[in-house]
């Protein structure tokens, strides 16, 4: 392979390199780092590239990944069904696990039917695709997430975004639209990289009263929000007004994988129409079973969003303690906390102080967040301390004062 790859000319690839160092130079080069859970050294500790530190990046806002009852629910499936689902869906992918998971997640999303993906990105770029054409007219929150922002792209749909959590602004967008025209209004719960949530109830009133359906993505609020962890749809009681509801097993949930919950029909849709779901191998086995075993778990305990949710509050009383309410504006909404820097390099550096103090808090930059926003993002879990996140803000606050 090394040889093969001696024989490419490297004038050919000399637009990438130069591209990446123009990256490096700005703050905004990326790489891949290794991460070592290190349960041994106390909750949430890690090694990154072999450096200790207590992880404040983690999506795993429950601390369900290592759960056994969730490695035993994989284990089981493992057992009973191979490890490999051997092939697409309508191929002869669909076992009983997939079945059983996509039937208890419609009950969990009080849904009439549900299907499942193999991730968040592929789920959504693949529903939209499938729901829009370039007849119809998709209205996006400034801020989606990535994912769904390339799946309106690509449906080559008429695409409008309104501002972020600006329920006028969208009303005015959506009264220009023809009323005989399919519109969609799109829209994440729980924002990944803010924290915050639009007015679910007022959204879904306005998409009535303009003849618009609603797509929700509750990624990051699947877990966290409404009786017994359904979402924000539940919470604001409107999950039989919205069309669909996607969300991932990945972050709360502690496995892998998505879904999406709605009507029927729009199911069968999406198993005759989306290209992601049809031309992907169905997931495994293992994953199934996680996931099955999360559901039942979230739906039995109560304790890990309690617990949860006291480290939002604690968290909140340490940045009035330390003064830190200049970076983080408080009430905090969910266990996503943005500290606002606005400088991509500045931002790289205070997250590289932080983790030679011990705390792993990745800063976020540009494209991933708007120009000029860059930010460190702390995602809080279940498993958190009081005293870890005490000491975190300790931390935060002599390098940010020291930063300038």
Known sequence: MLQAMAGIDSSLLAGYQAELAQKAQVGQLRRCRELVWTPEAGPMAVQVEGRPAINFSSN????????????????????????????????????????????????????????????????????????LGPDDFVFSDRLNHASLIDGCLLSKARWTRYRHLDLGHLAEKLAQAPAEARKWIITDSVFSMDGDYPDLKALVAIAEHYGALVMVDEAHATGLFGHGGAGLCQQFGVSDRVALQMG??????????????????????????????????????????????????????????????????????????????????????????????????QTVAISEALLAAGYFVQGIRPPTVPPKT????????????????????VALVTLLRSFG
């Open 248 to 345: 991932t097993f990945s972050k709360a949930l502690g496995g892998s994988g998505a879904y999406v919950a709605g009507p029927k029909v729009l199911m069968d849709w999406l198993v005759n129409q989306a290209r992601g779901f049809i031309y992907s191998t169905a997931q495994s086995p293992a994953v199934l079973g996680a996931s099955l075993a999360a559901l039942d778990l979230v739906l039995d305990e109560s304790v890990w969003r309690e617990r949860l949710w006291q480290n939002v509050r604690t968290l909140e009383r340490a940045v009035m303690t330390h003064g830190l309410q200049e970076w983080i504006p408080l009430p905090l909404k969910s266990p996503i906390v943005p500290v606002l820097i606005g400088d991509s390099a």
């Open 374 to 393: 860059a930010r460190l993002r702390i995602a809080l879990s279940a498993a958190h301390t009081d005293a870890q996140i005490e000491a975190l803000c």
């Open 60 to 131: 795993d806002y429950l601390g369900l990944a290592r759960h056994p009852r969730l490695q035993g629910g994989a284990m089981l499936a493992v057992q009973n069904y191979g490890t490999g689902s051997t092939a697409s869906r309508l191929i002869g992918g669909t076992n009983p696990l997939v079945l059983e998971l996509e039937a208890k997640v419609a009950a969990f999303k009080h849904a009439e039917a549900a299907l499942v993906f193999n991730s968040g990105y592929q789920a959504n770029v693949a529903i939209l695709q499938a729901i």
